[in-house]
């Protein structure tokens, strides 16, 4: 959870568990976060993007705002099941351009 301050990302990194953006920032850098905990997990965005995104948890996502990556995939082939807010936006981009969105059954 981040809840005022910035939280900049100095080199790729692992979510264990929920990710909410209550006030404050994130900054992704080039840097992929990978949410690799184990069972249910969900994800409030807040203003944020991300870089790149994986998910190995293996677990159901619910996520709860707009999802988007500024420089590579999001790669949801490890997802459980993804449980989706009101009026949720799932973009990925890199460099400008539209990058992949991976879905795959399990």
């Known amino acids: 959870m981040i809840n ?3 939280l900049v990302a100095q080199t790729d ?6 990710w909410t953006l ?3 920032a994130f900054t992704p850098g080039t840097n992929t976060v ?3 905990g184990t069972g249910a997990f ?4 807040g203003s944020s993007s991300f870089y790149a995104l994986n998910f190995a948890s293996g677990g159901n996502l619910t996520l709860n705002g707009n999802l988007s990556t500024t ?3 999001i ?3 490890n997802v459980g ?3 989706l807010g009101s009026d949720v936006a799932i973009q990925a981009q890199s460099g400008g351009n539209p990058a992949n969105i991976n879905l795959r059954g399990k």
């Open 42 to 45: 969900s994800i409030t965005p």
């Open 34 to 36: 990978t949410f690799n």
């Open 22 to 24: 209550s006030s404050g």
């Open 13 to 18: 990194f692992n979510v264990g568990g929920d």
């Open 4 to 6: 005022g301050g910035t």
């Open 81 to 83: 099941g993804i449980v």
């Open 75 to 77: 790669d949801f082939t």
């Open 71 to 73: 420089g590579g995939d």
